[in-house]
């Protein structure tokens, strides 16, 4: 009974910060600290159903796990000093949504869908009584729980939906992207290195240490580049490191051996050109665009890149292969990609310029 108590209250609580979502404000430098260093995380589950609250007891087992399996601690008595409190509310039906800042990216697979009203967990955290500005959502494939447990021939619906959430949660990403919200690096890099982690899990890791600035990242992300499954992405976070990355890519771009890992590099190169004014990315790009073996996918990423540079030297480079595309009678979709990538590029350059 007063487990169920302290889930109305929370539920309370819950409501009464919608509004707080709304007013969206950056983390302080000491919060940032505190989480940066957050080890011991009081978990709240709340499991939902048409019917009403029902134990949450197997939704914060399968959340216990995800969290110690990446070495965080979680305090079951909360009159026990803990770092972080995280909060997981689990619903047959979806009764509320609030905006996401997740990543800045609203497009996120993980972030809310405002149309959404099927079985979903919501994913919150806070410090000292205030929830910040983050909220990720985790969903069943199915949107109609009745439906679905009927086809499954289960009776009981919502008991059904909290089932296929909590297998949904042993497989999501959200123990990492809280981990990569609070910045703590070192966290991911340790599981980076661990010889028995899953190479899926370190694809999942590489793009969250990207935008880290920790100065471990970018050495961890060097040593990915000589695992050929993981090189590809990891040449695409280098990117995000910015100007500290350019020579790797650069190298990477002139000896890469398939056309896969030459287009990560470009991409990489292409992340830096776009937010850094003094890369020196444009003359090896433009070098490789001009070596008669590189192929039409690589052509194409280098032709990209160049437009987000916005150097006008590229100009009568791109005319140039965007005469020879546009001559050329090779209808093939490689061939096609690459005249719209220079339209772009060279609209980018110059708006005023006819390229068809």
């Given at each position: 009974?007063?487990?169920?108590?302290?889930?109305?209250?929370?539920?309370?609580?819950?409501?009464?910060?919608?509004?707080?979502?709304?007013?969206?404000?950056?983390?302080?430098?000491?919060?940032?600290?505190?989480?940066?260093?957050?080890?011991n995380?009081?978990?709240?589950?709340?499991?939902?159903?048409?019917?009403?609250?029902?134990?949450?007891?197997?939704?914060?087992?399968?959340?216990?796990?995800?969290?110690?399996?990446?070495?965080?601690?979680?305090?079951?008595?909360?009159e026990?000093?803990?770092d972080?409190?995280?909060?997981?509310?689990?619903?047959?039906?979806?009764?509320?949504?609030?905006?996401?800042?997740?990543?800045?990216?609203?497009?996120?697979?993980?972030?809310?869908?405002?149309?959404?009203?099927?079985?979903?967990?919501?994913?919150?955290?806070?410090?000292?009584?205030?929830?910040?500005?983050?909220?990720?959502?985790?969903?069943?494939?199915?949107?109609?729980?009745?439906?679905?447990?009927?086809?499954?021939?289960?009776?009981?619906?919502?008991?059904?939906?909290?089932?296929?959430?909590?297998?949904?949660?042993?497989?999501?990403?959200f123990?990492?992207?809280?981990?990569?919200?609070?910045?703590?690096?070192?966290?991911?890099?340790?599981?980076?290195?661990?010889?028995?982690?899953?190479?899926?899990?370190?694809?999942?890791i590489?793009?969250?240490l990207?935008?880290?600035?920790?100065?471990?990242?970018?050495?961890?992300?060097?040593?990915?580049?000589?695992?050929?499954?993981?090189?590809?992405?990891?040449?695409?976070?280098?990117?995000?490191?910015?100007?500290?990355?350019?020579?790797?890519?650069?190298?990477?771009?002139?000896?890469?051996?398939?056309?896969?890992?030459?287009?990560?590099?470009?991409?990489?190169?292409?992340?830096?050109?776009?937010?850094?004014?003094?890369?020196?990315?444009?003359?090896?790009?433009?070098?490789?665009?001009?070596?008669?073996?590189?192929?039409?996918?690589?052509?194409?990423?280098?032709?990209?890149?160049?437009?987000k540079?916005?150097?006008?030297?590229?100009?009568?480079?791109?005319?140039?292969?965007?005469?020879?595309?546009?001559?050329?009678?090779?209808?093939?979709?490689?061939?096609?990609?690459?005249?719209?990538?220079?339209?772009?590029?060279?609209?980018?350059?110059?708006?005023?310029?006819?390229?068809?």
């Open positions: 009974m007063q487990v169920f108590t302290v889930i109305i209250c929370f539920l309370l609580v819950s409501l009464t910060t919608d509004q707080a979502f709304s007013r969206q404000r950056a983390l302080t430098p000491a919060e940032k600290t505190h989480l940066k260093n957050a080890q995380i009081s978990l709240e589950t709340v499991a939902l159903t048409e019917k009403g609250l029902v134990d949450p007891q197997e939704i914060q087992h399968v959340v216990t796990n995800r969290f110690q399996e990446i070495g965080y601690t979680i305090i079951k008595d909360e026990i000093s803990h972080v409190v995280v909060k997981v509310k689990c619903e047959e039906r979806k009764t509320r949504t609030g905006p996401s800042t997740y990543g800045g990216d609203a497009d996120s697979l993980h972030s809310p869908l405002p149309g959404w009203t099927g079985p979903a967990c919501q994913i919150t955290y806070g410090l000292n009584g205030e929830q910040f500005d983050w909220r990720i959502e985790v969903r069943t494939d199915f949107k109609d729980a009745m439906e679905a447990a009927k086809k499954k021939e289960k009776k009981n619906s919502g008991e059904y939906a909290l089932t296929e959430l909590s297998i949904k949660l042993k497989h999501d990403d123990p990492l992207l809280l981990t990569a919200e609070w910045e703590q690096a070192d966290r991911l890099i340790n599981l980076m290195q661990r010889t028995e982690i899953d190479q899926s899990l370190k694809l999942k590489i793009p969250l990207g935008s880290n600035s920790d100065p471990s990242v970018l050495p961890t992300l060097t040593q990915a580049l000589n695992d050929p499954v993981l090189a590809p992405q990891a040449a695409i976070a280098l990117g995000q490191q910015g100007e500290q990355a350019e020579a790797t890519l650069v190298g990477l771009l002139q000896t890469a051996e398939t056309p896969e890992l030459k287009i990560a590099a470009v991409k990489g190169l292409g992340e830096i050109a776009t937010h850094s004014a003094q890369t020196r990315v444009y003359t090896p790009l433009v070098h490789s665009l001009q070596k008669p073996d590189t192929e039409i996918p690589v052509k194409t990423e280098i032709v990209r890149a160049l437009g540079l916005g150097d006008q030297e590229a100009v009568p480079v791109l005319e140039k292969l965007n005469h020879e595309a546009w001559t050329d009678p090779s209808s093939s979709q490689e061939m096609q990609e690459l005249r719209e990538a220079l339209t772009w590029s060279l609209w980018q350059l110059n708006p005023d310029a006819h390229t068809g």
